[in-house]
């Protein structure tokens, strides 16, 4: 063979040995640092499963408060809880897709049974059955939520939850406020 031609061959060789050592090495990887983040248990799905039929339902419950409040301060708390549960729902959201947790599509049965009962509600009947409602709904997921910080698995979840306790609370007490007005 002549010089050129061993040197082409010799590159053809090297070329196939050295891709096919890469593909082993894309691969392979145990040699790879483990994942570190703590798979999601029962009771981090429940919370973001619950959490995310709360925000929905709050959403839909806030935009009705909007439309259908008498009051000034009714109105901004429907305009509260549609903007603030909007933005929490985004992380959950974000959180479970990265997770792997599937989450339902709509709100409660029972939730669902409360906004028709929101809808037929009117006037000052209203603004009472949301008030007390949002704080029924408020309390339940404020628990909810510190049951998820004091023994939740997932880093991610428990981190989620801790930042979302302190809006809660804050929904909790504006609800009361408006409710010792009532």
């Known amino acids: 063979m002549s010089a050129p031609v061993t040197a082409a061959v010799s590159a053809a060789v090297a070329l196939a040995v050295l891709t096919g050592c890469a593909g082993e090495l894309a691969t392979d990887t145990a040699a790879l640092a483990p994942h570190t983040e703590t798979p999601p248990s029962e009771q981090d799905k429940n919370w ?5 039929q709360g925000n929905l339902a709050e959403v839909q419950e806030g935009r009705l408060a909007q439309g259908k ?20 729902d985004t992380k959950v959201t974000k959180a479970a897709t990265q997770l792997g947790v599937q989450l339902p599509t709509s709100p409660t049965a029972e939730q669902r049974a409360e906004m028709v009962r929101l809808q037929d509600a009117t006037g000052k009947d209203f603004d009472l059955d949301f008030v007390a409602g949002m704080i029924k709904a408020h309390t339940a997921a404020l628990a909810a939520t510190k049951k998820e910080i004091s023994g939740g698995a997932s880093p991610a979840v ?6 979302t306790a302190p809006k809660l609370q804050e929904h909790l007490t504006v609800l009361r406020k408006a409710h010792s007005k009532e």
């Open 48 to 52: 973001l499963r619950t959490i995310h």
């Open 69 to 88: 409040g008498t009051t000034k301060e009714v109105k901004s708390i429907g305009k509260m809880l549609v903007d603030d549960h909007t933005a929490l």
């Open 158 to 163: 428990v981190a989620l939850a801790k930042s």
